[in-house]
C-alpha cells in the first residue's frame, strides 16, 4: 500500500510540473508573435481601403496546407471575420472530404469563440477591431488559436502574410 501512495505522489507530481510548462509554452509563444501581428492588423486598418481584397492577415505553419489562423476586414472598416482552418478547403469542391481537425482542437477553438459548423468553410469568428488594444487581442486569440487548435508550440516557425503590411518596425519578437 505504502509503495502505491509513493507511485501516486511521483505521478501527481509530474502533472503538476508538466501543467504549468504548457501555460508557459502558450506565454512564451504568444509572447514571441503578438507585436508582429498586432502591428500588421494596426497598418492594414490604417491603410486598406473598401474593396481592397488584401485587408487580410493570415498566420500559418509553412508546409501544413490546413493549419492556419486569418482574419480579414471586412467593408465595415471596424469589422473583421477570423477563420481557423477546418479542413474544408483541402480537396477540390468535386472531391471528398478526408481532413478533419481532432475533436479535442474543435473543442478549443469553439471555447475562444470560434463557431465550429464547418460543413460549409472554415470555423470562424467575428470581431470588431478599431483600437490598438482591439489589435492586440485579435493577435492573442489568433496565437492562442493556432496553439490550441493545431498544436502550435514556440518551437515551430510560423509564418504572417499580410500583403499590405509585410514587414513591421516598431517591435520585435522576444523569445
Not at 8 to 33: E, G
Not at 65 to 88: H, I, K, R
Not at 152 to 166: F, N
Request: charge should be negative.
Amino acid at each position: 500500500m505504502v509503495g502505491l501512495f509513493w507511485i501516486a505522489a511521483a505521478i501527481w507530481l509530474i502533472m503538476s510540473a508538466i501543467v504549468p510548462a504548457c501555460a508557459d509554452d502558450l506565454q512564451k509563444f504568444v509572447r514571441m508573435h503578438h507585436c508582429p501581428i498586432a502591428e500588421r492588423l494596426e497598418i492594414i486598418h490604417r491603410v486598406s481601403r473598401a474593396g481592397d481584397m488584401n485587408r487580410f492577415i493570415a498566420v500559418n505553419l509553412p508546409g501544413f496546407n490546413q493549419s492556419y489562423v486569418q482574419c480579414l476586414f471586412l467593408d465595415d472598416d471596424g469589422q473583421l471575420v477570423c477563420e481557423a482552418a477546418s479542413g474544408y478547403y483541402a480537396h477540390g469542391e468535386d472531391e471528398p472530404r478526408t481532413r478533419f481537425l481532432p475533436a479535442a482542437s474543435i473543442a478549443a477553438l469553439s471555447d475562444l469563440g470560434f463557431a465550429t459548423d464547418h460543413s460549409e468553410g472554415n470555423y470562424y469568428l467575428m470581431v470588431t477591431a478599431v483600437e490598438r488594444q482591439d489589435f492586440a487581442e485579435v493577435a492573442e486569440l489568433l496565437l492562442s488559436a493556432l496553439y490550441s487548435g493545431y498544436g502550435v508550440r514556440p518551437w515551430i516557425a510560423v509564418e504572417i502574410v499580410a500583403p499590405l503590411a509585410p514587414e513591421v518596425s516598431q517591435c520585435t519578437p522576444v523569445g
